[in-house]
């Protein structure tokens, strides 16, 4: 069936806003997860744990920022 088919944006223009949202929130819960991860493995106390998380997720978000930016 011809008429049935759906045309795809092509190029960077037009695309799927919605995925590119989620892959931004996944990287900076990533470097946010890492940051953690890494202070839970150093024998951090909860309070430094929650600090080094929110600054790697403070982290991630500058990142991400920075990446849209330049490549925008």
Known sequence: MAGS???RPSGRGGG???GRTK???GFVLLV?????LTA???DASPPVLGLAT???????????????WIAG
């Open 5 to 7: 088919r759906r045309s």
């Open 32 to 36: 946010g997860v890492s940051g953690g």
């Open 54 to 68: 929110l600054g790697g997720l403070l982290a991630g978000g500058l990142l991400v920022w920075y990446l849209s």
């Open 23 to 25: 892959l931004k929130i």
């Open 16 to 18: 799927d806003d919605g």
């Open 40 to 42: 839970l493995q150093g």
